[in-house]
């Protein structure tokens, strides 16, 4: 099992301000993604990384993948209460054919 | 991507039971897979379905207490049996978002909130 950490686990920020989460692991990953969950749903994808080193931009989310396809990143720009949730990395790995391990998570609140 | 719709979206059962948990997708897909998201913690794969075989189950979790049915291509039904207070968590089924969309991933149900008493 390819164990991904995510940092940090709990985030409370202020309307405006940056953030970043982390995601981590010792393993190569073939693609990373980023998922985000509110109460009483379930994840819902955000993005998808595949390439070392590449960097994807979602309106105010930036999300980097590692050159080594072993870590990524999450950074938001200018926070707002809507950006308030749980987010979740997921990495498939190498010929797991579908199988995606979650990282623990990280608990996002944005107070206006 | 595919549309989930997944029932009961929540339920509280005496222990001992069983409760049969439904997804229905909106369009055919080879894969289903269902998770558990015990309180407070991540996703965990519980297995994966396939039309026409058995599922294949993770380290941990075995048929005879999750049975899993795979009727067709847009159905999957995922069975928590002989339930005790531990088996209390939220259940999601996922598909696979089609490999050539620049977004690949996966899409989930919107869960089911289990309480076992």
């Known amino acids: 099992t390819q164990l991904l950490e995510q940092s940090p686990q709990f985030l409370s920020i202020q309307e405006g301000e940056n953030l970043t989460v982390y995601c981590n692991s010792s393993s190569v990953f073939s693609s990373l993604q980023w998922y985000r969950q509110e109460p009483g749903e379930g994840p819902v994808l955000l993005v998808t990384v595949v390439t070392g080193g590449e960097v994807k931009k979602l309106k105010r989310l930036t999300f980097q993948f590692g050159d080594a396809r072993k870590d990524s990143s999450l950074h938001i720009t200018a926070a707002q209460p809507g950006d308030t949730g749980l987010y979740l990395c997921?990495?498939?790995?190498?010929?797991?054919?579908?199988?995606?391990?979650f990282g623990a998570g990280t608990q996002v609140v944005v107070t206006p | 991507s595919a549309v989930i719709s997944q029932k009961p979206s929540r339920d509280i059962c005496q222990r001992g039971t069983s409760l049969t948990i439904q997804c229905q997708v909106d369009?055919?897909?080879?894969?289903m897979f269902w998770y558990r998201q015990q309180p407070g913690q991540s996703l965990t794969l519980i297995a994966t379905?396939?039309?026409?075989?058995?599922?294949?189950?993770e380290s941990g979790f075995v048929i005879d207490k999750f049975p899993i049915s795979r009727p067709n291509l847009t159905f999957s039904t995922l069975t928590v049996s002989n339930m005790s207070p531990e088996d209390s968590s939220i259940y999601l089924c996922?598909?696979?978002?089609?490999?050539?969309?620049?977004?690949?991933?996966?899409?989930f149900g919107s869960g089911t909130r289990l309480t076992v008493v």
């Open positions: 369009s055919q897909v080879t894969m």
């Open positions: 997921a990495g498939a790995a190498p010929d797991s054919w579908g199988k995606l391990q």
């Open positions: 996922s598909v696979e978002i089609y490999r050539g969309n620049p977004n690949y991933g996966y899409t």
């Open positions: 379905a396939n039309q026409g075989s058995e599922a294949t189950y």
